[in-house]
């Protein structure tokens, strides 16, 4: 399984940044996508998932009303559009796939198979 992220980059705060997970590898197998971030000395910590068949969604609190995740048709892509973006939201964002997960796992990353090499992005104050 092959998870490319794209889109990161700098941005000052209230901005906004779209990024993108491209699945490389079966994308017919994959049950659910969501989006992680790690800043500096922190711990990864859940953004958004969405279930790939009928695409239903959970954010983290601290991102609801702000980010949107969202797929294409052939479940080969998923978007996380960030808006209002926070300096505490300067962190490498994850993509990550996983072909079982029920949706009371979707945040927690260890449950997750497959992972992408990450996007930074930077947000200024």
């Known amino acids: 399984v092959q998870l490319q992220a794209f889109g990161g980059g700098p941005v000052q705060s209230g901005g906004f940044l779209r990024l993108s997970c491209v699945n490389s590898?079966?994308?017919?197998?994959?049950?659910?996508m969501g989006w992680f971030r790690q800043a500096p000395g922190k711990e990864r910590e859940f953004v958004a998932a969405?279930?790939?068949?009928?695409?239903?969604?959970d954010y983290a609190n601290s991102v609801k009303g702000r980010f949107t995740i969202s797929k294409t048709s052939d479940k080969n892509t998923v978007y996380l559009q960030m808006n209002s973006l926070k300096p505490e939201g300067t962190a490498v964002h994850y993509c990550?796939?996983?072909?079982?997960?029920?949706?009371?796992?979707?945040?927690?990353?260890?449950?997750?198979?497959?992972w992408g090499q990450g996007a930074l992005v930077t947000v200024s104050s």
């Open positions: 990550a796939a996983d072909d079982t997960l029920i949706r009371s796992s979707w945040s927690n990353p260890a449950q997750y198979n497959y």
């Open positions: 590898g079966r994308p017919s197998r994959r049950k659910v």
């Open positions: 969405i279930l790939l068949s009928g695409g239903t969604t």
